[in-house]
């Protein structure tokens, strides 16, 4: 299996671990085929900017390379613009994944808009665009990854 290098700078070096107390949003996915499981914090500004992210991941390496690269993208944009991440820039910001590593960018675009949501909730705010997450990807119509994004 062929990482590029920059899946391997995230999987050895990865950005933004650990996690937020008082989070602004919490979300938690996982994938019951592989076991993986993902947490990303947020800490969103008055503004619905956001201002920190965290994340821990119990996965595999590519499932702690996407979380890293998520929270990267994600990091300092606005909430709208938070929602519009898919596994596919994700993925293009790491520069691609091997086929069978897909599934897992797409746990951290789950990730991020399960936080999202959470936030969304515990703030009686509408995101709009944003559905309700489900715990586990494996079985979710976001199973279609996004192909023709
Ligand atoms: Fe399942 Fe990577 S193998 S998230």
Not at 2 to 9: E, P
Not at 36 to 64: E, P, Q, S
Not at 88 to 99: F, I, N
């Amino acid at each position: 299996m062929q990482y590029s290098a920059k899946v391997m700078d995230h999987f050895t070096n990865p950005r933004n671990v650990g996690e937020i107390e008082d989070a602004s949003g919490v979300g938690t996915v996982g994938n019951a085929k592989c076991g993986d499981i993902m947490r990303v914090y947020l800490d969103i500004d008055d503004g619905g900017f956001i201002k920190d992210v965290k994340f821990k991941t119990f996965g595999c390496g590519a499932a702690v390379a996407t979380s890293s690269m998520a929270t990267e993208l994600i990091k300092g944009k606005h909430i709208n613009e938070a929602l519009k991440l898919t596994n596919r820039s994700v993925m293009d910001a790491l520069d691609g994944l091997p086929a069978v590593k897909v599934h897992c960018s797409v746990l951290a675009e789950e990730a991020v808009r399960a936080a999202l949501w959470d936030y969304s909730e515990k703030n009686g705010i509408t995101i709009e665009g944003l559905e309700k997450p489900v715990d586990d990807i494996h079985d979710s119509h976001h199973e279609d990854l996004h192909e023709d994004d």
